[in-house]
């Protein structure tokens, strides 16, 4: 079993940068894909970025750009770099670890919110 945190969230003006930081703990595991998903309330969560094992990224439409994906191994860590940050970004962030066995974890988001 994976245990995901995220943190890095904030308050930001528009045209600003955040960080986001996912640190993975727990048992050996095998990684097929991990990414940062985002939902705002009463809507459904979306994919925002990902990177498979063999470091294909993959990037939603609003994100290309605009956002960095990365990943440390050695750190069982990944990052999400936000730049011009516009308010329609607002959302709980969440990072996810889809794991070989089909496992998907997910933490407990973080929230992000753009506005001046």
């Known amino acids: 079993q994976v245990q995901l945190v995220e943190s890095g969230g904030g308050v930001v003006q528009p045209g600003g940068s955040l960080r986001l930081s996912c640190a993975a703990s727990g048992s050996r595991f095998s990684i097929n894909s991990v990414g940062w998903y985002r939902q705002v309330q009463g809507k459904q969560r979306e994919l925002v970025a990902s990177i498979s094992i063999g470091g294909r990224t993959n990037y939603a439409d609003s994100a290309k750009g605009r956002f960095t994906i990365s990943r440390d191994s050695a750190k069982n860590a990944l990052y999400l770099q936000m730049n011009f940050l516009k308010p329609e970004d607002t959302a709980v962030y969440y990072c996810?670890?889809?794991?070989?066995?089909?496992?998907?974890?997910w933490g407990q988001g973080t929230q992000v919110t753009v506005s001046s």
């Open positions: 996810n670890f889809l794991l070989r066995s089909g496992q998907a974890s």
